[in-house]
């Protein structure tokens, strides 16, 4: 399989719940979130003397952001159902000291 295809999504295909049998048990289930802008997150970075090596847009993340608008490809990974291109869902950023 190539790469291309590895991120092409199965559009028919909804996501199962898993078989509780097989998931691992989270004892701690706290988390935060916080929502900055990419433009914020940059600004930040360089201010703070860092060198900005690589951005790189998904159209995809690893949860149903956004119920009844995703479907699920074979990896497990969430796209929309139309045009997912048109939705950076998650990015990878990565930045050194300068």
Sequence with gaps: MQAAEAHKPDRGHRRRAPDPSTLDVFTHRLSHTWNHGLGE?????????????????????????????????????????????????SYTLLAIKA
Excluded at 46 to 74: I, K
């Design 41 to 89: 997150i940059i600004t930040t970075l360089l201010d703070a003397g860092m060198r900005l090596t690589a951005l790189v847009e998904h159209d995809s993340v690893p949860w149903e952001a956004l119920p009844g608008q995703m479907v699920v490809d074979n990896a497990g990974e969430w796209r929309l159902n139309t045009a997912p291109e048109r939705l950076a869902a």
